[in-house]
């Protein structure tokens, strides 16, 4: 059986390098070869937001960061939460098999609960391991292009399918993830390179805002660039960053840098990055807002008429 590919991000700000090598560049390599489905995945702006924001403005510019990187409309459905009421209902049956003990369980949720600035803790952070199985359920997705955070939540999504069908009979495969060339990238303060925390090198900076926060960036007084990711985290960040940027090693790239200590290392990695960067930057500004309505209003539909199929399946398998 053909896989069928679905991913997505929360339009909470513009993606950064975390997700380029974290999920993006596998989806453009997966995009010519098989069914992929995007997800836009606004409602799950509140988990941990009073409110949703500039939602509008996001969505925009996260579409415009997918066509910077390739991906490719005309192959992929990219599509948003709140045009697919289908997909958001199959929350409640999935609800009702996963106990509140495995809820309070998943460590990607901790960890989000942890570097959250909300007073009180949303039933929705708690529960949207299962928004998320509906997400890659509804087009029974199989391969989950993620970084390391999200599997938890693949397994979670496992175990509702496997709940499902053996109480109401086969109807969704397992899916597996897929994770990719660097599955947890850290950001320039060392935690996980997130748009929530501040750390992050975004694909749509200017080479000046690139520049601006690698100088920034935590470094030690060591003149010798070695890659000891255990006593010198913060190099090896630096390291790890300009190697996924230059196709090297970081061990390599520490021995061309030698005694230049980090004025050396961060102006190798500001050349790197924003080197790397300079055509994902260029694409994004050959599209228009106009281009992007129009690719999630296609996206939207397609993604609407696969989610009444699997609802309809999922109602006359309970026996509704
Ligand atoms: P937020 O802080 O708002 O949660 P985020 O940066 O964590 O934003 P998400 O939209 O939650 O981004 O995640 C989208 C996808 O990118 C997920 O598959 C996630 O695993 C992956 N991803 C995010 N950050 C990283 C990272 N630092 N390294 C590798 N993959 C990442
Ligand atoms: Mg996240």
Known sequence: MKDVVLTGDRPTGPLHLGHYFGSLANRVKLQDV????????DYQVITDRDLPGRIQRNITELLLDYLAVGLDPAKV??????AIPELNQLLLPFLSLVSVAELQRNPTVKDEIAHSSQRAVSGLMFTY???QAADILFCKGTLVPVGRDQLPHVEMTRLVARRFNERYGEVFPLPEAMMGERPLLRGLDGGKMSKSRGNAITLSATEEETAALIRKARTDPDRLITFDETHRPEVANLLTLAALCLGRSPQDVAEEIGYGGAAALKRLVTEAVNEFLRPIRKRRKEHSEQDVRQILAEGDERARERAVVTLDEVKAAMGF
């Open 34 to 41: 098989h069914p992929m489905y995007v997800l836009i995945a």
């Open 77 to 82: 459905t990219i599509f948003r939460h709140s």
């Open 129 to 131: 391991p299962v928004h």
